[in-house]
């Protein structure tokens, strides 16, 4: 089953690149307009991936921001009752984020942009395909966890909260409590965060209220 799928995105790492250089300053405002509802600036967004990928097809950050854009635009054909259509785009899409990281698999940049899609599909979409699109996003996070390692002390303190947040969150629905737990110990050890209630919360209870967990931007750290 299919459902239309309006994303929370909360990318999670810090910028280190200047703003010239980054590519998703370029599409991101667009695409969270347009994953907020607004489809003039989705269309914007994606055509900006187009023609950076007509002139370079392996452009990975343009691929991978391309195929968010598809998966997302799967859920308003399945609200229009376009199966076909939606089970045709949610493919290209998943294929498309799929090439990108393939591509460039130690890039935070396409890592995060595809993590930060399929952990928020996973919260809507049921069965199978939601657990599979979890578990890929939370490969993707800890990658990049596993990349940043060595520096992640020095990122933003909202780039940490957001990225060990996303983990502990995902984590807590896989199943997996334990791994749940070790994810909010480090965001607690942080210390003060957007996310500090909500991590002593599940610690102290067993439950999480995901509320308020958007991010305004895209943060790419590519050490």
Known sequence: MYYTIRFTIFLAAAAVL???DRFDMVVRNDFFAGFAGNREALDRGMKKCEEILAANPKHAEAMVWHGSGEFFIS??????HDYIKAMELSQRGLDEMASAVALEPDNVAVRIPRGA???AASRVIEGEQGRELLTTGLVDYER??????SYFDTLSTHA???LLFGLGEGYMRS???ARAREWFEKLIAMGPSGHLDQAKAYLATGELKV???GCAGCHVANK
């Not at 859920?75 to 229009?80: N, V």
């Not at 990049?144 to 390692?149: F, I, L, P, R, S």
């Open 175 to 177: 199943g997996d409590q």
């Open 160 to 162: 940490r909260a957001e």
């Open 211 to 213: 509320q308020g967990i």
């Open 75 to 80: 859920g308003e054909a399945a609200r229009d």
């Open 144 to 149: 990049v966890y596993a990349k940043q390692q």
């Open 117 to 119: 899609t399929l952990l």
């Open 18 to 20: 200047s703003a010239q």
